[in-house]
């Protein structure tokens, strides 16, 4: 992604802003994911609590892709607070290299932006499951020697969000961090247009465009970890 330049096509699904806004508690707003979005977008630190300027900034476009209505926006890091209800603990959910925009009202969710950091994002409604299981409609987040830390998806008319809050400072300074939880990565630059994630994907399928009999995955950050971040 090259600054200034690069157009990030981050906000094509309009109508996830629209419901976004939503509070379900007090002080508790939904995280919403729009799998068109080609970053994570975090609005201003009203919603999320904003650590870090990469000083990276990025042109965002509308959903028809105009550029009249184009605005430049700051990429950062930006953290949400989620409870677990089976464990109780807090976790800090950082997001890196998100896009700072002021015209949504909640945290849209790149879900490939957080699979290429290894986290497993499972996109299917329980509901709509012949066989549901836990693993549905839930992120798993791996840890090292530990059980994965799960966030439980609900759905809001047919949008899927889980609900956080944003910490306070204090809050977050005071915090164990082994709570923190890095939803994306932070020193691998995260590209959307990269031509890699389209050839591994097509390295995957024979000429009928089904699965081979035999190959080879290859976690599409390590291609890309070459080009980090300064």
């Known amino acids: 992604m090259q600054a200034e330049s690069s157009q990030c096509n981050a906000l094509q699904t309009a109508r996830i ?9 007090q002080e508790t707003m939904i995280e919403f994911f729009d799998s068109h979005a080609d970053d ?11 650590t870090q300027d990469i000083e990276r900034p990025v042109q965002v476009f509308a ?5 009249k209505k184009g605005s430049t926006n700051k990429t950062v890091s930006a953290i949400v607070a989620y409870h677990q209800p089976t464990t109780g603990i807090t976790h800090y959910l950082i997001f890196h290299q998100a896009i700072c925009v002021d015209k949504v009202d909640a945290v849209l969710i790149c879900p ?14 329980t509901s709509m499951v012949d066989s549901p299981t836990n693993r549905h409609h839930c992120i798993a987040i ?10 439980t998806r609900m759905l809001k008319g047919v949008n899927s969000y ?34 890699c994630f389209e050839d591994q994907e097509r390295a995957m399928l024979n000429h009928n465009y089904d699965l081979k009999e035999h190959y080879e995955t290859r976690n599409v950050s390590l291609v890309q970890a070459e080009t980090t971040l300064t």
């Open 162 to 195: 889980f609900p956080a809050r944003r910490p306070t400072h204090r809050e977050y300074e005071e915090a164990n961090k082994e709570n923190d939880v890095d939803m994306t990565h932070e020193h691998v630059e995260w590209d959307p247009s990269d031509d």
């Open 40 to 50: 994570t977008c975090v609005v201003s630190s009203d919603l999320c609590l904003i």
């Open 142 to 151: 791996p840890r090292m020697d530990e059980e994965p830390v799960k966030i």
């Open 17 to 25: 802003g629209g419901v976004a806004g939503t509070k379900i508690e």
């Open 112 to 125: 490939n932006q957080l699979r290429n950091k290894g986290l497993k994002v499972n996109d299917e409604p």
């Open 63 to 67: 959903w028809d892709g105009t550029t």
